[in-house]
Structure formats: C-alpha cells, structure tokens
C-alpha cells in the first residue's frame, strides 16, 4: 500500500497528475488562435456546437448515474449548460440552430465515450465531469471575457451563457465543495488511479475537437 496516495486528497491528485494535460490543451494552437482573437465569429461558433454535443452526453446521462454512490453526488442542477448552450446556439445560428448540425469526428467519439461511461462506469463519468465542469468555473471566465471583447457579445449575455453560471454566485466556494465531494469519493486507491486515467483521456478527447477545429479554420496572421 502506498501510504502516500492514501494520504493525499483525491482532489490534489487528480489536479496535480492532470496539470500536464491542463497545459498542452490550453496552449493548443486552437486555443491559442482562440484567445489571441485571431479567429471570426464562425470559429467560435464551431466551437460552442461541439460543446453542445458534449454537455448533451453529460447531462442527458444525469438520470442514469444520480442514485449511483460515486457518481450521483455530482449531478447538480446549477451546473446544467444545455439550456445555456442552446441560448448561445440561437444567437449564434439562428432559431433553426439544430437543422444540418453534426459532430465533428473526435466531437462524437467524446460524446459516446461519456455516455458509455455513465452506462457502464461511474467513476469514468466522474472524469468526464471533473474535467468539464471545474475547468469551466476557472479558466472558461477567459474564454468569456475574450469573446466579449472580440465579438462584441453583451457581457453574461447571449453568446457567452454557457460561460455564466446564474446559480452559482461564488464560484471558488463551489469549487472547494466540488473537491470534498471529490474527496469523498468512495473508491480505494486503484479505482482512483483509473479514474485519474480516464481524466487524462478526457483532456485528449478535447485535445483532438481542438485539433479537428484548427483543420476547419486554418490560420493565421
Ligand atoms: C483557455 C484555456 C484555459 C485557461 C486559460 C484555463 C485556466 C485555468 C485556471 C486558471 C485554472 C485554475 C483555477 C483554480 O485554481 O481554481 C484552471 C483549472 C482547471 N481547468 Fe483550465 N483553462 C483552460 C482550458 C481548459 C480546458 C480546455 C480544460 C479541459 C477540458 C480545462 C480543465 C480544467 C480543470 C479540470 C481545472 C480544475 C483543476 C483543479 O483545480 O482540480 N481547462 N484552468
């Protein structure tokens, strides 16, 4: 037994072995383009349909894993992004928002990767919402506050919802929650380890839907 991972919190292991991921995903070229405001409108607008199908896959997959011991603890309504997401869709598109969209490739393999996880293991599904949700409530207020300035959407306002969490008004109090229900995950050590793992195929699976995006909108000056 390794008295060490036993003694660590979960939520510090799960942060520290993910920090290399966390950086080669948001020093991705797409990001960078992203956040450098070197891309129009429709790139970005790319970007918030393929969360879309993600978010889908999480929270339709909320009522098979809200009774589970390890995973129903972290479904919680305030962290909903569908009905966001469609808000920012219309916006964006149009009220036929829905007609003609499709996934990209990597898009859809994340999708059924989280859906498979919810169905089959709870703990895969707790990765797959780590990775999303926290990330969310930190390093996505970046993402909102460049897409604001660059497109000139109102601030909180249509276009950047998904980023607005309404129901959560102090976001580092949620996160510090969020990591004693990590925390008190009931999983021994190897469960964990797994878990890390699938964290780090969670971060790969937005490595790729990065990827495929620079290969829509190639760039740049
Ligand atoms: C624009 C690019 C990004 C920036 C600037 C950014 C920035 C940040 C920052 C500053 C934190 C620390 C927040 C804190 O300590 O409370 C954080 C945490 C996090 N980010 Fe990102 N991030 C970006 C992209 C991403 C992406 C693409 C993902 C994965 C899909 C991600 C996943 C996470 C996760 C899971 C955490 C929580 C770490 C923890 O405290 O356990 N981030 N991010």
Redesign the pocket.
């Known amino acids: 037994m390794d008295a060490t991972a036993t003694a660590t919190p979960f ?1 510090t292991l ?2 520290v072995a ?1 920090h290399e ?2 950086t080669e ?2 020093t ?1 070229t797409f ?1 960078s383009d ?2 450098g405001q070197r891309f129009g409108v429709e790139a970005y607008t790319r970007y918030t349909e393929q969360l879309w199908f993600v978010y889908r896959a999480l929270e339709d997959a909320a009522g098979t894993v809200e009774g589970d011991p390890v995973a129903g603890p972290f479904v919680r309504p305030e962290l909903m992004r569908v009905d966001a997401l469609e808000r920012d869709l219309t916006h964006l598109r149009g009220a036929d928002w829905r007609a003609g969209l499709e996934p990209l490739p990597a898009t859809a393999a994340y999708a059924a990767r989280i859906t498979e996880c919810a169905r089959t293991w709870p703990g895969g599904y707790v990765a797959h919402h ?11 207020q ?2 909102r506050d460049m897409a604001e300035k660059t497109w000139g959407f109102a601030r909180k306002g249509d276009g950047v919802r998904f980023y607005v969490f309404d129901e959560i008004a102090n976001p ?1 109090a949620f ?1 510090r929650a969020y ?1 004693e229900l ?1 925390d008190a995950v009931p999983a021994d050590d190897l469960e964990k380890q797994r878990i890390i793992e699938e ?1 780090h195929r ?2 790969d699976f ?1 490595g790729a839907v ?1 990827h495929e995006l620079e290969g829509e909108f190639p760039l740049s000056a």
């Open positions: 939520s799960i942060r993910s991921k966390h995903v948001n991705s990001m992203l956040l780590y990775t999303r949700y926290l990330g969310d409530l930190s390093g996505g970046v993402v580092a996160k990591r990590l964290c969670a971060f937005n990065f």
